[in-house]
Nanobody
Framework: QVQLVESGGGSVQAGGSLRLSCARS?????MGWFRQAPGKPREEVAT???????TYADTAKGRFTISQARAKNTLYLQMDSLKPEDTAMYYC????????????WGQGTQVTVSS
């Protein structure tokens, strides 16, 4: 497991932007952003492999960009054109092995989008 610490959440009006950051310690094979709104299951938002390949949920495509700064051991999620339905607790997660579950999680950062 690795330690993950998120930052960058907050409140914004619809159409606005936020950038989330996740500082990590140690090697990760894959990292990702997940979110969970009250009363809803947790959903995967975007992931990035160690080689830079990215995946996005349909709800994030074209609006969110996941990236990582290797030298700073930091993961980012740039969120543009935010919608009220993007309101949720956002979590950074990591896999340290090719096969296996997401075995490291951050504490979460709240994103609130008002209409």
């Amino acid at each position: 497991q690795v330690q993950l610490v998120e930052s960058g959440g907050g409140s914004v009006q619809a159409g606005g932007s936020l950038r989330l950051s996740c500082a990590r310690s140690g090697y990760t094979y894959r990292m990702g952003w997940f979110r969970q709104a009250p009363g809803k299951p947790r959903e995967e938002v975007a992931t990035i492999y160690d080689d830079g390949i990215t995946t996005y949920a349909d709800t994030a495509k074209g609006r969110f960009t996941i990236s990582q700064a290797r030298a700073k051991n930091t993961l980012y999620l740039q969120m543009d054109s935010l919608k009220p339905e993007d309101t949720a607790m956002y979590y950074c997660a990591a896999k340290t092995e090719v096969v296996g579950p997401w075995n490291s999680w951050g504490q979460g950062t709240q994103v609130t989008v008002s209409s």
